[in-house]
């Protein structure tokens, strides 16, 4: 399935990895869910999928139909329910993701900080820009080197920019 560059996209970070198993099942949760996911009755040009063990992305092709709010409230409900299924946090924004040698590390806002500060993480850190918000700023800027990231503006200071 092809999807419009202006797709829109949902990505929700988990404070820890997946699993597999639990990948898993949570990619034929997405995927049952993203089947049936409607708009005022218009069936939605959607797909879920998982990166890293780490990341949901939900992506909605809106050339076809739009998400709505109740649409929208309803894919809420499902990363809610696996939220409580698997005993993760998927909605704190203060988790910060980046990459170091390949792997995928989640920390928070003041361990990121101080893994700055020691110059463990860097201006070239791979950062992910949650905050894309179409598909084409997914696949261009959603893992972005720290310097070019939003997170820049928030630890310029340790960064000593």
Not at 41 to 60: P, S, T
Not at 123 to 129: E, G, K, M, S
Not at 137 to 160: C, D, M, R, T
């Amino acid at each position: 399935m092809i999807f419009s560059p202006h797709s829109k996209v949902w990505i929700y970070q988990s404070n820890r990895e997946f699993t597999a198993a639990e990948a898993e099942e949570i990619q034929q949760k997405l995927d049952a869910f993203t089947m049936q996911w409607k708009a005022h009755g218009h069936q939605l040009k959607a797909k879920a999928e998982i990166r890293y063990n780490f990341f949901i992305v939900l992506i909605v092709d809106q050339d076809s139909a739009s998400a709505t709010g109740c649409s929208i409230d309803s894919s809420v409900r499902v990363i809610k329910e696996i939220e409580t299924t698997y005993g993760i946090d998927l909605f704190d924004r203060f988790n910060m993701a980046y990459k170091l040698d390949g792997h995928i590390y989640v920390n928070t806002k003041e361990d990121f900080e101080t893994l700055i500060t020691i110059k463990k993480i860097g201006p070239q850190t791979i950062v992910f820009n949650n905050m894309v918000q179409t598909l084409a700023e997914y696949e261009q800027k959603w893992e972005v080197p720290l310097e070019n990231s939003w997170h820049q503006h928030i630890f310029a200071e340790q960064l000593g920019i």
